[in-house]
């Protein structure tokens, strides 16, 4: 039975994207199903649409046969697992590391995820940030040049090969695009790598041609 995703609109939903990229990463064939987010019920886990595919009330979520996955790492592992581990990093200490990175997104840069939602149609002018947002972009700029400037000679990713890590940071890579953040030429270099991949494009086109908005998060900035 094909696996089927539930994903909110491509222009908004990062955490929808890091799944995707995953599963298209890992060759895996998947149906897409795509819930547009907004109105009374955005950001409550009560949307009555999700809530009929999804436990927590939330997207992403898989649906393997009659089970359903609802987190976006767990769905990132079973796409890594049908690949046999093609989606972390060979060796054991990298591996380790990746996984690390990848939870740190998972669970952190708040202020981040505040301050600077996703919305790929968005281009804004360079902003005053809070100091808690300052941290959190700093944080995130000096780990990539060090994961760039250790893993380099690997290949063009954060590990050299592509990884789940990588499909964490994606939707952050377009944050700061969107935002006018400057970045450290490990970090610009890094980026083009995330933008020129060819699922990311995939996904990019999608959301571009996309006619639906979120008020709620459209309304922030011009």
């Not at 994961?147 to 954060?158: F, N």
């Not at 377009?174 to 400057?182: F, S, V």
Request: charged share 20%; hydrophobic share 40%; with cysteine.
């Amino acid at each position: 039975m094909t696996p089927t995703l539930y994903i909110g609109n491509k222009n908004y939903s990062s955490w929808s994207m890091r799944p995707w990229l995953a599963l298209r990463w890992a060759d895996v064939g998947f149906e897409e199903r795509v819930i547009p987010l907004g109105g009374d019920t955005y950001g409550t886990g009560t949307n009555p649409a999700i809530l009929a595919v999804s436990p927590s009330g939330r997207v992403p979520a898989l649906a393997v046969g009659e089970t359903v996955l609802w987190d976006s790492l767990a769905i990132c592992e079973w796409a890594n697992e049908q690949t046999g581990g093609a989606l972390w990093p060979k060796d054991s200490t990298a591996r380790a590391l990746a996984r690390s990175v990848a939870s740190e997104m998972h669970s952190s840069f708040a202020p981040l995820r505040r301050d600077l939602s996703m919305n790929l149609r968005r281009r804004t002018p360079a902003q005053a940030w809070a100091e808690d947002t300052k941290r959190d972009i700093a944080r995130l700029t000096n780990l990539w040049t060090e994961l760039r400037t250790r893993y380099g000679a690997r290949g063009p990713w954060l590990f050299g090969e592509r990884s789940i890590a990588d499909a964490f940071y994606a939707p952050v890579a377009t944050r700061l695009r969107t935002y006018g953040i400057e970045l450290t030429p490990p970090c610009k270099t890094y980026c083009t790598t995330i933008f020129l991949d060819a699922a990311f494009a995939e996904w990019e086109r999608a959301a571009l041609s996309e006619t639906w908005m979120i008020p709620q998060t459209d309304a922030l900035y011009p």
